[in-house]
C-alpha cells in the first residue's frame, strides 16, 4: 500500500486534477482503492426533480435570517469580457434536499454520497475519504459537497441547500460590468464576444436575438422607449425597445443614466449633458470652474439623486473627484470629494456614492489578486471604506446591503453580503461561477448575471430579504 500512495501522490504533482470516485481532487487516497471516474459520475444536489438527498446523519442548519436605477459607464477596460472567459468567473430557509427550487433545470443532481472515517463535527466533512487532508468540506458552503458529500451545486450554496442558477439563454458572453438592462418584465443582454449580440428575455416569450454583428458595443442602459448603446468609440447608439434596427444618436457618450424622464451622459472630454426621453432638448450640464482635466467619468443615480465621479486616468498616483447634481431651478454639479486610487464603477443610494476603486497591483496581476475598496462617499462629504477585498468582479447595492461578486483563487467564486451600516456582519456562499454584469430586479427580488465559466445569461432569487 506504500507504493501505491507514492504513486498516487506522483500523479497528483504531474497536475492530475480529474475527479476520483471516493477520493478527493487532490488524489491522496491510502484508506482504499481509487477508481478513475469523470466529473459528471459524481453525484449532486439540487431540486426535488433532480432528486437532490440530505447528509446522512448530519445535522440541521441553521434558520436565518431589497434597488437603485441602473447606470451605464465608467470604461470599457471594466467591460472586457470575463463572461467570455471560463477563468473569469447568509441565511436562507433551511430545507430537505428534497425541497422545491425554481430553475432546477440548472442544477445536476443524485444520490449524495456518505462522508469518509474521519471524526467530523457537523458542519466540517471527510467528503474526499483521505486521512491527509482531514474534514476538508463545509457541506453548509462548498458547492461540491453542498448538503452531503458529492453533492455537487451548480449554483449557489446557501446553508447546505442548493440554490441553483436558472438559465435564461446560452452562448451569451456577457461583460464583467453594465451588460443587462431591464424594462417592466423583460431583461436585455449585451454579449460581447466574438461580435455582439443583443438578447431579449421575458417569461412568456423566452430567449429572443434583436440584433447580431460586429458593433463595437461594450455597454447597454434602458431608456423610456429605447435602449443605449455605449461604444468602445465613446459613440452613443440606440434601439427601440420594439426592435429594429440599431441607429446612431449622434451623441458622444462614455457614462450616462437614465433619471426622471432624462437620459443625462459624460463622455471622457466635454461637459456632461441632459437629453429629455420625450423632447430630445438637449442642455449642458458643465464642471464647476478649474476642475483639471479628466480621462474618465461614471455616472450613477438611484430615485432621487445623480452622482458623477470622474478620474484623471493616471497610472502612477491616479485621483478622482466625486460630484452630486443640484438639480434645483438650475441644475449644477456640487463637488462634494476627492480621492486617491482608480474607480472602476459607482453605485448610488441614500444621499451616497458607493465607489470600487482599483489599488495599485502589479501589472501582470490577476484578477483574483487585486486588491478593490467600497468606499462610501456621502453627499456632505465624508468619506469611509465600508469593506476591501481582493478579486471584485461586479457588485449591486440593495437595500444598504452591498452584493459583491469575487473571483477567488483556483477558479473558485463567492457572492459576499456586506450590510453598509454594520460592515463587520457579512454573508458568504460558495458559487459554481462567477457572476458579471450583476443587476438587481427589487420587484421580482431575482439577481441576473451572467454566468462566467458557462457563458449564460442566468438568475438567482435572493435567499437575504
Known amino acids: 500500500m506504500k507504493a501505491t500512495r507514492s504513486a498516487v501522490l506522483l500523479l497528483a504533482a504531474a497536475g492530475s486534477w480529474s475527479w476520483i470516485a471516493g477520493c478527493h481532487e487532490f488524489h491522496a487516497c491510502d484508506d482504499g482503492p481509487c477508481e478513475p471516474s469523470s466529473a459528471s459520475d459524481g453525484p449532486s444536489a439540487g431540486d426535488a426533480a433532480s432528486g437532490g438527498a440530505t447528509p446522512s446523519g448530519a445535522g440541521g442548519a441553521v434558520d436565518p435570517t431589497s434597488a437603485s436605477v441602473g447606470a451605464a459607464g465608467g470604461s470599457p477596460e471594466r467591460a472586457g469580457g470575463a463572461g467570455g472567459s471560463p477563468e473569469g468567473a447568509g441565511g436562507a430557509e433551511r430545507a430537505s434536499a428534497g425541497a422545491s427550487e425554481s430553475g432546477g433545470n440548472a442544477a445536476e443532481a443524485g444520490a449524495a454520497g456518505s462522508p469518509g472515517n474521519a471524526e467530523c463535527v457537523f458542519p466540517r466533512a471527510d467528503c474526499d475519504e483521505s486521512s491527509f487532508t482531514g474534514c476538508e468540506a463545509s457541506l453548509l458552503s462548498d458547492i461540491r459537497n453542498c448538503g452531503a458529500c458529492r453533492a455537487h451545486c451548480a449554483g449557489a450554496c446557501v446553508d447546505g441547500v442548493c440554490k441553483p442558477f436558472e438559465v435564461l439563454a446560452e452562448e451569451v458572453w456577457l461583460p464583467t460590468t453594465s451588460g443587462i438592462a431591464l424594462v417592466s418584465n423583460e431583461v436585455y443582454a449585451l454579449s460581447t464576444g466574438f461580435e455582439n449580440t443583443l438578447v431579449r428575455w421575458s417569461e412568456p416569450h423566452g430567449a429572443q436575438t434583436l440584433f447580431?454583428?460586429?458593433?463595437?458595443?461594450?455597454?447597454?442602459?434602458?431608456?423610456?422607449?429605447?435602449?443605449?448603446?455605449?461604444?468602445?468609440?465613446?459613440?452613443?447608439?440606440?434601439?427601440?425597445?420594439?426592435?429594429?434596427?440599431?441607429?446612431?444618436?449622434?451623441?458622444?457618450?462614455?457614462?450616462?443614466?437614465?433619471?426622471?424622464?432624462?437620459?443625462?451622459?459624460?463622455?471622457?472630454?466635454?461637459?456632461?449633458?441632459?437629453?429629455?426621453?420625450?423632447?430630445?432638448?438637449?442642455?449642458?450640464?458643465?464642471?464647476?470652474?478649474?476642475?483639471?482635466?479628466?480621462?474618465?467619468?461614471?455616472?450613477?443615480?438611484?430615485?432621487?439623486?445623480?452622482?458623477?465621479?470622474?478620474?484623471?486616468?493616471?497610472?502612477?498616483?491616479?485621483?478622482?473627484?466625486?460630484?452630486?447634481?443640484?438639480?434645483?431651478?438650475?441644475?449644477?454639479?456640487?463637488?462634494?470629494?476627492?480621492?486617491?486610487?482608480?474607480?472602476?464603477?459607482?453605485?448610488?443610494?441614500?444621499?451616497?456614492?458607493?465607489?470600487?476603486?482599483?489599488?495599485?497591483?502589479?501589472?501582470?496581476?490577476?484578477?483574483?489578486?487585486?486588491?478593490?475598496?467600497?468606499?462610501?462617499?456621502?453627499?456632505?462629504?465624508?468619506?469611509?471604506?465600508?469593506?476591501?477585498?481582493?478579486?471584485?468582479?461586479?457588485?449591486?447595492?440593495?437595500?444598504?446591503?452591498?452584493?459583491?461578486?469575487?473571483?477567488?483563487?483556483?477558479?473558485?467564486?463567492?457572492?459576499?453580503?456586506?450590510?453598509?451600516?454594520?460592515?463587520?456582519?457579512?454573508?458568504?456562499?460558495?458559487?459554481?461561477?462567477?457572476?458579471?454584469?450583476?443587476?438587481?430586479?427589487?420587484?421580482?427580488?431575482?439577481?441576473?448575471?451572467?454566468?462566467?465559466?458557462?457563458?449564460?445569461?442566468?438568475?438567482?432569487?435572493?435567499?437575504?430579504?
Not at 231 to 237: I, N, T, Y
Not at 407 to 432: C, F, G, I, N, W
Request: charged share 20%; proline share 4%; no cysteine.
Open 212 to 465: 447580431s454583428g460586429n458593433n463595437g458595443f461594450w455597454s447597454v442602459l434602458s431608456g423610456v422607449d429605447r435602449l443605449y448603446l455605449f461604444g468602445v468609440d465613446g459613440q452613443l447608439s440606440s434601439i427601440l425597445l420594439t426592435g429594429g434596427a440599431v441607429s446612431p444618436e449622434g451623441l458622444a457618450a462614455d457614462t450616462g443614466v437614465v433619471y426622471d424622464n432624462a437620459l443625462y451622459a459624460a463622455a471622457n472630454t466635454g461637459a456632461p449633458y441632459r437629453r429629455s426621453e420625450t423632447s430630445h432638448q438637449i442642455a449642458a450640464l458643465p464642471l464647476p470652474p478649474g476642475v483639471l482635466d479628466r480621462a474618465h467619468a461614471w455616472l450613477a443615480a438611484d430615485s432621487f439623486d445623480i452622482a458623477l465621479v470622474t478620474g484623471d486616468g493616471t497610472d502612477d498616483a491616479p485621483t478622482y473627484i466625486v460630484y452630486y447634481l443640484d438639480d434645483g431651478q438650475q441644475p449644477s454639479w456640487v463637488r462634494v470629494a476627492s480621492g486617491s486610487g482608480k474607480p472602476a464603477q459607482v453605485r448610488v443610494e441614500r444621499n451616497a456614492a458607493y465607489i470600487d476603486v482599483v489599488l495599485a497591483h502589479d501589472e501582470g496581476a490577476a484578477d483574483w489578486q487585486i486588491g478593490h475598496e467600497l468606499r462610501e462617499v456621502d453627499f456632505g462629504g465624508k468619506t469611509r471604506v465600508v469593506t476591501a477585498l481582493t478579486g471584485l468582479l461586479d457588485f449591486e447595492l440593495v437595500s444598504s446591503r452591498l452584493y459583491l461578486s469575487v473571483q477567488l483563487p483556483q477558479q473558485k467564486s463567492v457572492l459576499r453580503v456586506v450590510a453598509v451600516d454594520s460592515p463587520s456582519s457579512v454573508l458568504e456562499v460558495e458559487t459554481s461561477a462567477a457572476m458579471a454584469s450583476l443587476t438587481y430586479a427589487p420587484y421580482e427580488h431575482y439577481f441576473y448575471f451572467g454566468d462566467a465559466s458557462l457563458n449564460r445569461l442566468s438568475r438567482l432569487r435572493n435567499w437575504v430579504e
